[in-house]
């Protein structure tokens, strides 16, 4: 099955050089040397695609018994195996980087997200150099390595043109790499790189754009590339999906196919998938449906306007996960017509956490309003079914459909002390070396696997060495021993969670976990000390689903796990354990670098792109200055300056009809504009926008005034003003408004681009900020719905 580790000394890598061997003569017609060999792995090495997709439960896909129709991954199972206890972190970053380095995510810097990274040494989101990744091992064993699609690793304050780049995903190992990094990004109209290099998509959703097609059509072209130039040398492929991460975007025919599949609600989807799952042996026949989380009401007690919504969302989240499944289809389709997927290792693993929760109780039409705290009518939602899953939304179902795709397990994403929040259903096939076919494997088994897997399948030695640095042991167990067996002993025998506070230990089929904080709730919520957290015990070799609590009935054994906890804690970099907020997202306080610390001023230049949020000064809720020099021809000129954000939230300085304008864009739900009325001269032109901030709380409105060459040309009131977060994914760019357009006052792509020259742009602060008055929760919410 997989071969013996070759022993050449790939142990350290790069790979030492060897002596020139051969003979030498001042006269190269009487040497004889031995012929170039280039490096390649051991012979037998295969293939290896790694799929991941986003934010999806044990209980969504169609594999498991749920409700996404996903044929690919069936056919993965089909020729391979499906293992029903694979385990993630609960979160997006911290399972990457484990499943990347075969380390747990603490071991690796990275034990929450980039954006609250801390100083402590299993926070602070930089991936040590004594942690090599997988693409690294296998780039520098001979292989082709590339990644396309979501790369949320790289530590927040790194994401610009200045880097370093040594953790973007070139720098990890990948060869090649087209995708983004982030946490999400607008499917219709992503922020895309090549590289390092910013790129721009090759259309519009008009004109039939979407990024999970386009990753996937870079994957197939690389692929083929490879095969042509260097069909001896095996690849290494991840695709790592933005779906079905929020927003769920999706072209309407995949939406139709769903439509009036979840009148029935959640409750009777979450029984009809249970059911499912018995039969098709995904979990015992005595498995228990856990109940409702708090908040979480039964179906039968909402409205009508509640149940058409809430379908409706559900509708477009089952169509996403479709549509994403189809692309790997198209993935296997092509190693089949290359007539390699005999001989490749394909890894599917559907979800790099639980269901998310994020879209709160009620869900919402667009996400930055809720991650701004800004409440919104559900009727406003119902005017607008129909546009959902399209690009004038950014929409995120509610958590009773989180709860519900994570059947039978209590909990969600972000909740890694029960399995609603790490469950996560994978697909394994090798069909020349693996002879199972659609079979279920039981045994435990947790991200940190996979790196371990694919070097026993490829014959490599897990390295102790990598560019001259010692690496930490790989923790993660190979599921190779598996692949033949289906009743081999669990090797991955003890496992810790933690996540936020939320935390957990596994061992030998017991449980003892703790849930500290619950993801959809805001407000000034009170969170208890460490010490007086409520722990659950249970033993899962004969309670599946975690639904039976037996703390009570057995302390000592409870206790036994807790200990046991804090030794796997102490051993990985766990502690200290933190649930703080407004200390972590205040970079100072939490000990990261911030690009704009300290500063209240910060001039831009044309070709200046790509600029995101928080690398950025912050307009929000200040009085503040937008300064621009520019160029008009003679002719005029028409055009973006600079723009911030998006069109569900953002702010815009551009020229229409040759005068200057003004455009603050509120969530989608309220545009007010300045200026447009008075022509600029000819020649260089002086454009300043200046906002007097007018409140006492974020989000209050003020007057913005126009000035050209330092006479006032414009006025006018701004009632509401965006509180916290412009975008997501959307960036900050001089000299056009990139991907969606944060006013259709002008239009969207290459067209928007200023037509005159601009010679700089300046952004002056004003020291009126009221940003600190945004309650800890919210930030809480907004920097980890983002994820």
């Known amino acids: 099955m997989a071969q013996e580790p070759e022993k050449t000394g790939r142990e350290i890598l790069p790979v030492p050089d060897s002596p020139s061997k051969g003979k030498m003569s001042l006269d190269a017609r009487k040497a004889e040397f031995s012929a170039i060999e280039p490096l390649r792995p051991p012979e037998g090495a295969p293939n290896v695609v790694v799929v991941l997709i986003d934010d999806m439960g044990f209980g969504a896909p169609s594999v498991t018994g749920g409700p996404c129709n996903m044929p690919a991954m069936q056919k993965i199972f089909d020729a391979g195996l499906l293992y029903n206890r ?21 071991s690796a810097g990275m034990g929450s997200v980039c954006e609250v990274a801390t100083a402590a040494p299993g926070n602070d989101s930089v991936r040590p150099n004594s942690v090599a990744t997988i693409a690294e091992v296998l780039r520098l064993n001979g292989y082709c390595t590339g990644a396309v699609g979501k790369m949320h690793q790289t530590p927040c304050w790194e994401v610009s043109m200045s880097g370093p780049f040594d953790r973007w995903p070139t720098g990890d190992g990948f060869e090649k790499f087209f995708g983004f990094v982030c946490g999400e990004t607008n499917q219709w109209a992503p922020t895309l790189y090549l590289g390092n290099s910013p790129v721009e998509p090759w259309g519009t959703a008009e004109e039939g754009y979407h ?39 999706v072209p309407q025919e995949y939406i139709d196919k769903y439509k009036g599949k979840f009148d029935k609600g959640w409750d009777a989807v979450r029984e009809e998938t249970q059911a499912k799952m018995k039969k098709k042996g995904m979990v015992p026949k005595d498995t228990v449906l856990t109940a409702h989380p708090d908040g979480v009401v039964n179906w039968d007690e909402l409205d009508d306007t509640q149940k058409k919504v809430y379908a409706r969302l559900m509708e477009v989240y089952a169509a996403f996960a479709e549509h994403t499944d189809a692309q790997v289809m198209r993935l296997i389709d092509t190693l089949k017509e290359l007539d390699i997927f005999e001989d490749t290792l394909f890894i599917y693993i559907a979800g790099d956490n639980g269901a998310s929760a994020e879209g709160t109780l009620d869900g919402t039409f667009n996400e930055l309003v809720s991650l701004n705290g800004v409440d919104t009518p559900l009727e406003d939602t119902l005017k607008r079914l129909d546009e959902l899953g399209g690009p004038r939304a950014f929409n995120h179902y509610p958590v009773g459909w989180a709860h519900a795709m994570n059947t039978p397990f209590q909990w969600t994403k972000q909740v890694a002390s029960h399995f609603g929040g790490t469950r996560n259903a994978t697909a394994v096939s090798w069909p020349k070396r693996v002879k199972a076919r659609g079979e279920i494997r039981q045994q435990f088994h947790h991200v940190i696997d996979v790196v371990p897997t694919i070097l026993e399948a490829a014959g490599l030695p897990q390295p102790y060495m990598v560019d001259g640095v010692a690496q930490k042991p790989i923790e993660g167990v190979s599921m190779v021993y598996s692949f033949d067996d289906a009743k081999a002993e669990d090797r991955h ?49 004969k309670d599946w689903s975690q639904a039976h609590d037996l703390s009570k ?91 911030q954000g998006g069109r569900f939230a953002g702010w815009s300085l551009y020229v229409k009809d040759g005068a200057a304008k003004y455009v603050h864009n509120f969530l989608d739900l309220e545009y007010s504009y300045v200026g447009g009325e008075t022509k600029l001269p000819t020649g260089k032109v002086n454009i300043r926008y200046h906002f007097n901030f007018e409140g006492d709380k974020p989000g209050a409105g003020g007057t913005g005034t126009i000035h050209v060459n330092d006479k006032k040309v414009a006025e006018g009131k701004i009632s509401h003003t965006v509180p916290f977060i412009f975008s997501a994914d959307e960036t900050l760019d001089v000299g056009g408004d990139l991907a969606l357009p944060v006013t259709d006052d002008y239009p969207e792509g290459e067209r928007n681009k200023f037509s005159g020259k601009i010679h700089w742009v300046r952004v002056d ?19 980890i719905a983002r994820q």
């Open 86 to 106: 694979f385990h993630t972190t609960a979160l997006c970053s911290p399972t990457r980087q484990a499943l990347l380095t075969g380390r747990n995510h603490h």
């Open 211 to 249: 990024v999970s097609e386009d990753i996937v059509d870079k994957a197939i072209g690389w692929i083929n590339g490879t095969r042509v130039m260097t069909p001896d040398k095996p690849f290494f492929l991840y695709c790592s999906f933005g779906a079905t991460h929020a927003p769920h975007h």
């Open 493 to 541: 025998v003890t496992q810790y969670f933690e996540m936020f506070g939320n935390r957990g230990i596994y061992h030998e089929g017991w449980t003892a976990v703790t849930k500290h904080r619950t993801p959809w709730e805001l407000g000034q919520v009170q969170l208890p000390p460490f010490h007086e957290d409520v722990w659950e015990l249970y033993d899962t070799n």
């Open 553 to 643: 009935e057995m302390p000592d054994k409870l206790r036994e796990m807790q200990e046991l906890f804090m030794i796997e804690a102490s051993k990985y970099n766990v502690f200290p354990l933190d649930d703080r907020t407004a200390e972590r997202f205040n970079a100072a306080i939490a000990g990261r670098p911030d690009l704009a610390r300290g500063r209240t001023t910060m001039t831009f230049y044309p070709g200046m792109t790509h600029l995101t949020e928080n690398t950025v000064l912050n307009v929000k809720n200040r009085s503040h200055t937008v300064t621009a020099e520019v160029e008009i021809p003679e002719e005029g000129a028409n055009g973006v300056i600079i723009a």
């Open 765 to 783: 602060l004003e020291e009126d900020d009221v940003s600190h008055l945004e309650p800890d929760d919210q930030k809480y919410h907004r920097i």
